[in-house]
């Protein structure tokens, strides 16, 4: 490729390179111009672009699951001339010569004669730490903490000046910083700590085997790769959460001393091993609605808003390769064969890749080494990626000088699809809504005490006015007999003084006073009579007095009514609050349910291979595929059979004379079964019948097996649920549950009876004609993929029913209790397959939420799970359902006073 001659350029990539290759374009991975930032300083809010922060809006990457395309991007760094070259090399020119202006370098064959060579940057022996930052890695970090994946690498001799770009940590002078320090300082100025989180692991690759840098202990680190996002991960490296710079170098320094301490061990230098660190950048994204902004918010509404946040999630990969020169040297330099293999395994690889990129291959051997695994995202995948190849300027070594400038070349024709990594964030969802719940508990609480006070003080109020009244009358009362009695008393005495005075007269003029006397005493009869008059009117008053005064009793007596009923009320409230927490609390287990079977749908989707370990419907389908030799071109073989034989006729070969070829046919209709599109195809024809008869009129237990795997299959929708029900389905599986020995037979049968299980028509029809129990008899076989499924069946019936239970249309105890569940369910909720245990900790969750069922459960020992669940589960959401339950039932709350259990 590279043309002799003094000045002539080598052209690399295609026309698209070529014309991206703009004079003033910074080295930036990322070719979506929108996106393109020169090296200006990041501002702190985070909120620099908005083009790829938000879903749903005008980014490509979000909305185009393809990506936007994105070159590798390579500078070529030189180092100046050490004090040995200055010495050794005084009388020779430099091998090299840069046109850091044109972007190009050339390298001296001859005196004469020299190659030209364009690179996205070229750094002069005078380039400074900052520029070759700004120009190597900013546009990457930029991108990491806009959820992209992204890539920093350097490649070189030993000597070059790879860990100098990269690792030096630059504390006695803070211009030499190198890149890794001044990438998380970028990364912590625009991260906010409350909402993000950053966290690193470092690592070292030596010979094939991945040693962690952070832990020495840890020397054999495994890779993880995602097949369906083709992600890779350690999930055995440490990884520790950065929270400011200082923490961030501390740990760098552990690392270079562990990488030291390591390589002394091994008898070996760090130039041999490549050091990898990882940074991953979890931001949550604001601005979007995630429906809980509305702070009164009904209880309907809050259902509408179950929408999660989104995380973007990217990851900052920065790769310090062993020194490029060990390709051709190792052998010779007194290392075992092994040694020297295992060293260039990784770098070799690399190149190979790079090289099978470059030119286009179909294949590309990313699985010949660790490297190459590890860096699989990095050149043809999603991240962007910024090559920065070191050199010297020694003419001694000029051949690995150009070696290296060959290797960068090359990956200059890398390109990646680069795509945003966001995804729902349900832990903040059902964080956000406990708050909430939180929240609103303590604003009703805060209602319920000054409703209460109000109350209290109004009848103190009452009382108060009312003896107040009492007292007022009784003292008027007590005036007015007073007087009475004492006019009453003084007119007696007047009487009896005019008495005296007419017996006196009487006595004196005894003969004459006749006629006098009989006017006096008129006149007396005349004041009796008045008084008597008046004494009258007096009674009356009090009587009228006394009336008011039983009034008074009776408005008392309303008064007391009134704050009764006050009372009455507010037991109501308290009342519906219950019920209000008790519905929270089933929602919240719903949801739970929900994101656990996504976890779990997420995990088995990405592992179709690995049947073994796998619980859910998905894995039955691989299995049975297992059953034959699989792979696509056997795929595509049968749908080519579906489609040249006919339905019916492989049909109609359920029932064949040879055994052989029965056992064939069911096979290919059990693949069928496995697609969706073929689901509806196979029952139409009839298909969910023959296979039915198969399990009932079969004794072959291969038959079974393949046969209960596709009616598992069809049982994941509705409509064939009901058909499966309606055509006698589940005595035919029951049967067959209780004649298989085979546990990958029950496997299949479980799990197309727990399939059924979750809906929740047929719940009745289902444990009348034996599916409890069907399930429960197969806990015989001990195999823990059969009891997962059985534990799946459990949960999803728990579920159903517990739905059914709150709208009312299901009353009394639950049918997996009065099936016998209870001692299992018990049993198994400490089981040590979180695929069982997570299964029966929900199921058991939402038996508990009902009261009819909190008797049977506390006899049963269920209470010390849910107690136990509440305290130690390693799932915080269930935890904290648990919990809740716990909190919300009376007859649980009481027992645990009874025993002295505080949560
Ligand atoms: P490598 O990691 O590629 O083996 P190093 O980073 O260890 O190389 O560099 C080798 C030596 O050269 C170190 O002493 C380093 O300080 C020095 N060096 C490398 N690059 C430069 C540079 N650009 N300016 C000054 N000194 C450098
Ligand atoms: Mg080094």
Known sequence: MATSGGSNVVRNGTHNYRSSLKPDRPLSANSNPKNHVKSKPLSSTGQRRNSTGTIGGSSAASKDDAGVPGRVRVAVRLRPRNAEEMVADADYADCVELQPELKRLKLRKHNWDSETYEFDEVLTEFASQKRVYEVVARPVVESVLDGY?????????????????????????????????RAMEDILAVVSLETDSVSVSYLQLYMETIQDLLDPANDNISIVEDPKTGDVSLPGAKLVEIRDQQSFVELLRLGEAHRFAANTKLNTESSRSHAILMV?????????????SNENGNHSHMIKSLKPPVVQKGKLVVVDLAGS???????????????????????????????????????????????????????????????????????????????????????????NMVKLKEEFDYKSLSRTL??????????????????????????????????????????????????????????????????????????????????????????????????????????????????????????????????????????????????????????QSQLLQLSIEADESRRQLGRPGSAKDASGPDSLTSQVKQQQPSGNGEKASIAKLFEQVGLQRILSLLEAEDADVRIHAVKVVANLAAEETNQEKIVEAGGLKSLL???????????????????????????????????????????????????????????????????????????????????LGMI???????????????????????????QGIKTGRSFLIEDGALPWIVQSANNEASSIRRHIELALCHLAQHEVNAKEMITGGALWELVRISRDCSREDIRTLAHRTLVGSPTFQAEMRRLKIVL
């Open 149 to 181: 994946n992204g890539t920093i690498m350097a490649y070189g001799q030993t000597g070059t000046g790879k860990t100098y770009t990269l690792g030096r940590l630059g504390e006695e002078d803070t211009a030499a910083r190198g890149i890794m320090v």
């Open 780 to 806: 015989r076989c001990r195999h823990p993929d059969v009891h997962a499924q059985i534990a799946r069946g459990i949960a999803n019936f728990a579920k159903c029913e517990s739905r059914a239970s709150t």
């Open 325 to 415: 020169e060990r390709i051709d040297k190792s052998g010779s330099e007194g290392h075992t064969l092994e040694e020297a293999k295992s060293i260039n395994l990784s770098l070799s690889a690399l190149g190979k890749c790079i090289n099978a990129l470059a030119e286009n291959s179909a294949h590309v051997p990313f699985r010949d080494s660790k490297l190459t695994r590890l860096l699989r995202d990095s050149f043809g995948g999603t991240a962007r990626t910024s090559l920065v190849i070191t050199i010297g300027p020694s003419p001694r070594h000029r051949g690995e000088t150009a070696s290296t400038i060959m290797f960068g070349q090359r990956a200059m024709k890398v390109e």
């Open 693 to 775: 008869m198969l399990l009932k009129s079969s004794q072959d237990e291969i038959i079974h097996r393949v046969a209960a795997g596709a009616i598992a299959n069809l049982a994941m929708n509705e409509t064939n649920q009901e058909l499966i029900m309606a055509q006698g389905g589940i005595s035919l599986l029951s049967m067959a549950a209780s004649n298989a020995e085979d546990p990958q037979t029950l496997r299949m049968v479980a799990g197309a009876i727990a399939n059924l299980c979750g809906n929740d028509k047929l719940q009745t029809k289902l444990r009348g004609e034996g599916g409890i129990k069907a399930l």
């Open 434 to 587: 406990d708050i909430q719940l939180d929240r609103l508990s303590m604003e009703h609480e805060r209602q319920q005490k000054a409703f209460e006070d109000e109350i209290e003080r109004l009848s103190r109020e009452a009382k108060r006015q009312i003896s107040e009244a009492e007292k007022q009358y009784g003292d008027a009362l007590e005036k007015e007999r007073l007087k009475y009695q004492k006019d009453y008393l003084e007119s007696v005495k007047k009487l009896e003084e005019q008495m005296v005075m007419m017996q006196r007269k009487n006595e004196n003029s005894h003969p004459t006073s006749n006629g006098e006397s009989a006017e006096e005493a008129a006149d007396l009869k005349i004041m009796l009579q008045k008084e008597t008059l008046s004494r009258k009117a007096a009674e009356e008053e009090v009587n009228s007095l006394k009336i008011q005064f039983t009034e008074l009793k009776k408005s008392e007596a309303s008064g007391k009514l009134e704050i009764l009923k006050l009372h009455k009320k507010l037991e109501d409230e308290a009342r519906e609050k219950e019920k209000l927490q008790g519905e929270i609390a089933i929602l």
């Open 280 to 292: 991953h950048v979890k931001r949550s994204v604001k601005g979007r609605d995630s429906g809980l």
